[in-house]
């Protein structure tokens, strides 16, 4: 998650403290008996969250915005010079580029890793960037 982190007023943080162990007991195991009062509770009004889960094939990612934040669009995408060669698929090791007309990549499946960029041979493969 990403944003401009706010920190919970000083009056209420024990309460918010206390609040997220009882919710993530695990916590306990991190942080023992009193040293919990370490800790800083904030809240993010307005920010990104970026899901992103490496345990299924395909990997699957998707981003939120939270409040008034707003996604950034990130990874690549194939431009219209692609001369339809098919190396970017077979490179893919999440095989998250299909073909239905056009090569295209599906960006919930694509781990950034940049090997159908370095592979295009006719630098058909672009960055998003925003
Ligand atoms: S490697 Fe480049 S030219 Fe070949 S299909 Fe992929 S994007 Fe198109
Ligand atoms: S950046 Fe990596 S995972 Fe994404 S489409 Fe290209 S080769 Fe596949």
Same mark, same amino acid.
């Given at each position: 998650?990403?944003?401009?982190?706010?920190?919970?007023?000083?009056?209420?943080?024990?309460?918010?403290?206390?609040?997220l162990?009882?919710?993530n007991?695990?916590?306990?195991?991190v942080?023992?008996?009193?040293? *919990?009062?370490?800790?800083?509770?904030f &809240?993010i009004?307005?920010g990104?969250i970026?899901? &992103?889960?490496?345990?299924?094939h395909?990997?699957? *990612?998707?981003?939120?915005?939270?409040?008034?934040g707003?996604?950034k669009r990130?990874?690549y995408?194939?431009?219209?010079?692609?001369?339809?060669?098919g190396i970017?698929?077979?490179?893919?090791p999440? *095989?998250?580029?299909?073909?239905?007309?056009?090569?295209?990549?599906?960006?919930?499946?694509?781990?950034?890793?940049?090997?159908?960029?370095?592979?295009?041979?006719v630098?058909a493969?672009?960055r998003?960037?925003?």
């Amino acid at each position: 998650m990403t944003g401009v982190p706010e920190l919970i007023p000083l009056e209420s943080q024990k309460e918010w403290l206390d609040k997220l162990f009882d919710e993530n007991p695990y916590m306990n195991n991190v942080y023992p008996g009193e040293s *919990r009062k370490i800790l800083d509770v904030f &809240f993010i009004r307005n920010g990104e969250i970026e899901y &992103f889960n490496l345990g299924v094939h395909p990997i699957f *990612r998707e981003s939120y915005g939270v409040g008034k934040g707003i996604t950034k669009r990130k990874g690549y995408m194939i431009s219209e010079r692609c001369s339809l060669c098919g190396i970017c698929e077979k490179s893919c090791p999440q *095989r998250a580029i299909s073909f239905k007309d056009k090569y295209y990549i599906r960006n919930e499946n694509c781990l950034h890793c940049g090997l159908c960029y370095e592979n295009c041979p006719v630098t058909a493969i672009e960055r998003i960037e925003d």
